[in-house]
Nanobody, 124 residues
Framework: VQLQASGGGLVQAGGSLRLSCTAS????????VGWFRQAPEKEREFVAS?????????SYADSVKGRFTISRDRAKNTVYLEMNSLKPEDTAVYYC?????????????????WGQGTLVTVSS
């Protein structure tokens, strides 16, 4: 299973970006896909997750609720993270991970597969 994250870049505070996480090698049916981020000198932290089953249950970190939206396109095997009202503190490398479970988790160690990361820089 390979995950490819893309869509990062440089944006001014208040701006928007959309990240994509595309999976290949397996059809994800009963998986959770999550977005995490890691800033310099900090641990990887949970951002958002979505179940790939029909329920499409989503979960968000408090710091991004109301600003970020996670969604999926099953036909494209892709999960998106729409990020609006970006703040300088959102600056980090963003990673997508896949977890072989239908139970949501905010713990990076419980995810089985990871993409390579995409850098998001928000200038003030």
């Amino acid at each position: 299973v390979q995950l490819q994250a893309s869509g990062g870049g440089l944006v001014q505070a208040g701006g928007s970006l959309r990240l994509s996480c595309t999976a290949s090698g397996r059809t994800f049916s009963n998986y959770i896909v999550g977005w995490f981020r890691q800033a310099p000198e900090k641990e990887r932290e949970f951002v958002a997750s979505i179940t790939l089953s029909a329920s499409r249950i989503t979960s968000y970190a408090d710091s991004v609720k109301g600003r970020f939206t996670i969604s999926r396109d099953r036909a494209k095997n892709t999960v998106y993270l729409e990020m609006n009202s970006l703040k300088p503190e959102d600056t980090a490398v963003y990673y997508c991970g896949a977890r072989e479970s239908v139970i949501a988790s905010t713990t990076p160690a419980t995810y089985n597969y990871w993409g390579q990361g995409t850098l998001v820089t928000v200038s003030s």
